[in-house]
């Protein structure tokens, strides 16, 4: 079993940026996508970016478009995403997860059900 491990996470005042990095086991033939999911209190994980492993396909959400960029290093076996000119709506706890779903991304990120393995999240605030 593939396990992911983030980091990065911490306080940034408005207008500034973060790193998280999730860093996998491995990464596995069978892993068809990374994604980076937000959950905040009282709701459900959202998703917030995703990247195939193979092809160069990525998602954003709406509220992110613009703003983050994900990216991967395969040799590392980490996927990075590049949380920049941060608002406190962007505050959270950040996951991780891989999916082997071959779906289309905008369709495969907008939910959690086909990614399998999770990370134990990275608290991200947002605050002057």
């Known amino acids: 079993q593939v396990q992911l491990v983030e980091s990065g996470g911490g306080l940034a005042q408005p207008g500034g940026s973060l790193r998280l990095s999730c860093v996998a086991s491995?990464?596995?033939?069978?892993?068809?996508?990374i994604g980076w999911f937000r959950q905040v209190p009282g709701k459900d994980r959202e998703g917030v970016s995703c990247t195939t492993l193979i092809e160069n396909a990525t998602y954003y959400a709406d509220s992110v478009t613009g703003r983050f960029t994900i990216s991967r290093d395969n040799a590392k076996n980490t996927v990075y995403l590049q949380m920049d000119n941060l608002s406190p709506e962007d505050s959270g706890v950040y996951y991780c997860?891989?999916?082997?779903?071959?779906?289309?991304?905008?369709?495969?990120?907008?939910?959690?059900?086909?990614?399998?393995?999770w990370g134990q999240g990275t608290q991200v605030t947002v605050s002057s």
């Open positions: 491995r990464f596995t033939k069978d892993i068809y996508a």
């Open positions: 997860a891989a999916s082997d779903a071959g779906l289309v991304l905008h369709r495969l990120c907008v939910s959690t059900r086909r990614f399998g393995v």
